[in-house]
């Protein structure tokens, strides 16, 4: 049986819809990220600058934060990714990345949505 699956998804949070035949199960993951800081100073010569860190530390917890979406779609026959930002590239890339690029069938911009609107938009894919 096929198992599709339809992900929303920001920096902040994933709502993962997977229907597998007449049975659909929604999970929700949160990043625990907090908004990203852009400096806008000059060059900074120091390596271990305050900044870097910053970049660092939200860099990390975004690979984790993505490597746990990524043990929840594994398994899919087919993903479509949506989200209002850059996260849905960015998880995409890293997809790439661990040899699952195949799975994803589509990468849409959408803006915010409620669990319902993203369970609907999983199914419209399922059908399509």
């Keep these: 049986m ?25 999970r929700t993951i949160t990043s625990g990220v907090g908004k990203h800081t852009r400096y806008k100073t000059g060059k900074s010569d120091e ?30 026959d087919a993903v479509r990714i949506f989200g209002p930002g850059e996260a849905k590239r960015e998880l995409e890339h890293r997809m790439e990345r661990a040899g699952l690029k195949k799975l994803v069938a589509a990468v849409e911009t959408v803006d915010k949505m409620t ?14």
């Excluded at 669990?115 to 399509?128: E, M, T, V």
């Design 2 to 26: 096929d198992t599709h699956t339809g992900l929303w998804i920001d920096h902040r949070k994933a709502v993962i819809v997977i229907i597998k035949g007449e049975v659909e199960e929604i």
């Design 47 to 76: 390596v271990g600058s305050a900044e870097d860190i910053v970049d660092r530390k939200f860099g990390n917890e975004l690979n984790s934060y993505y490597d746990e979406v990524i043990a929840v779609i594994r398994d899919a």
């Design 115 to 128: 669990d319902r609107q993203i369970a609907a938009k999983a199914r419209d894919f399922l059908r399509s």
